[in-house]
């Protein structure tokens, strides 16, 4: 069954510098979410989108921005980049059921692993 | 405000045992969802068990099963025959659903289980 795809799957950047986090939904499935993991530390909500608009929002620096396109991929993009920002990212995806009793179960990428020198 | 708990930083089992992680989370929803994710060193998350918070039977995924106590908040998960391959890092995670424009998806602090020979 296909999963969640994210590229890159390595990324190294000076400070200062910006970053592009691309993440590809299990196809068919409306939402996506943006989590950070820095070492030893629980996922941490960053940003969600469902149907292409911004549904929830978490604790997503203001250098940080994020969207999804028509084909329900989405960028996380990352501006002046710090050396805390050294992490692991992931996205999630999931079929929205809003209205319905089912579960929204997220399914996780395998992360990007950003390296800020 | 949602919280999830997880009281266990570190858990060691010897292999074919039994285990059972806690998690106990806070909420004044009525509807929710839970969910348990495992996170091994490659650090892909993956979905190991979920419980819709209306349904009273307790859910079971093969060795995996959960200890589901909705008036006491709790959320258990029980691994029989532990195998090596347990050996991860297990999150819990609490979701509820936002009418009409997506969830919130909240996870613990984590529970590092190590699967002794």
């Known amino acids: 069954a296909a999963g969640v795809i994210q590229s890159p799957r390595h990324l190294i950047k000076e400070k200062r510098e910006t970053a592009t986090l691309k993440c590809y939904p299990i196809p068919r499935h409306d939402t996506v979410y943006w989590y950070q993991q820095g070492p030893g530390q629980d996922p941490q909500f960053l940003i969600s989108f469902y149907e292409k608009m911004q549904s929830d929002k978490g604790s997503i620096p203001d250098r940080f921005s994020a969207q999804q396109f028509s084909d329900y991929h989405s960028e996380l993009n990352m501006s002046s980049l710090e050396l805390g920002d050294s992490a692991l990212y992931f996205c999630?995806?999931?079929?929205?059921?809003?209205?319905?009793?089912?579960?929204?179960?997220?399914?996780f990428g395998p992360g990007t692993r950003l390296t800020v020198l | 405000a949602q919280t999830v708990t997880q009281s266990q930083p570190e858990m060691s089992v010897q292999e074919a045992e039994t285990v059972t992680l806690s998690c106990t989370y806070d909420t004044s929803e009525n509807n929710y969802y839970l969910f348990w994710y495992k996170q091994p060193p490659s650090r892909q998350m993956i979905l190991v068990i979920r419980?819709?918070?209306?349904?009273?039977q307790n859910a079971t995924e093969n060795r995996f099963s959960v200890n589901f106590q909705k008036a006491a908040k709790s959320f258990s998960l029980k691994i029989s025959d532990s195998q090596l391959g347990d050996t991860a890092m297990y999150f819990c995670?609490?979701?509820?659903?936002?009418?009409?424009?997506?969830?919130?998806?909240?996870f613990g602090t984590g529970t590092s289980l190590t699967v002794i020979p």
């Open positions: 995670a609490f979701m509820r659903t936002l009418t009409n424009t997506g969830n919130q998806f909240y």
């Open positions: 419980q819709e918070a209306y349904k009273q």
């Open positions: 999630a995806s999931s079929v929205s059921t809003i209205g319905t009793s089912g579960i929204d179960t997220q399914y």
